[in-house]
Nanobody
Framework: QVHLVESGGGLVQPGGSLTLSCSAT????????MAWYRQPPGKKRDLVAT???????TYENAVKGRFTITRNNAKTLVTLQMNNLKPEYTFVYYC?????????WGQGTQVTVSS
């Protein structure tokens, strides 16, 4: 199994930037994909960006060109660089990793975009 710890959320003004980080420990060599999700209040989690092994990252349409997902080769860190943030990007963001036989979520980090 893998344990995830997220950091980097907070309050930012519209047009500003934030970088979310997610540190992974445990059976990281078994991870096949790393991703970030967001969860609106009372709704299910939606995929924001994912970076699978041996494939290019993919993004939810509304964040293309604004957000960048990266990870290190060891799969112990995945980050989400968020630029030109808008108030509608205010959510709790969750880190997610997936393997053949398990999926793990981070605890979530609040991002609030407001003036």
């Amino acid at each position: 199994q893998v344990h995830l710890v997220e950091s980097g959320g907070g309050l930012v003004q519209p047009g500003g930037s934030l970088t979310l980080s997610c540190s992974a420990t445990g059976s990281v060599s078994r991870i096949l994909a790393m991703a970030w999700y967001r969860q609106p209040p009372g709704k299910k989690r939606d995929l924001v960006a994912t970076i699978p092994d041996s494939y290019q990252p993919t993004y939810e349409n509304a964040v293309k060109g604004r957000f960048t997902i990266t990870r290190n080769n060891a799969k112990t860190l995945v980050t989400l660089q968020m630029n030109n943030l808008k108030p509608e990007y205010t959510f709790v963001y969750y880190c997610n990793v997936a393997a053949l036989d398990f999926e793990t979520w981070g605890q979530g980090t609040q991002v609030t975009v407001s003036s």
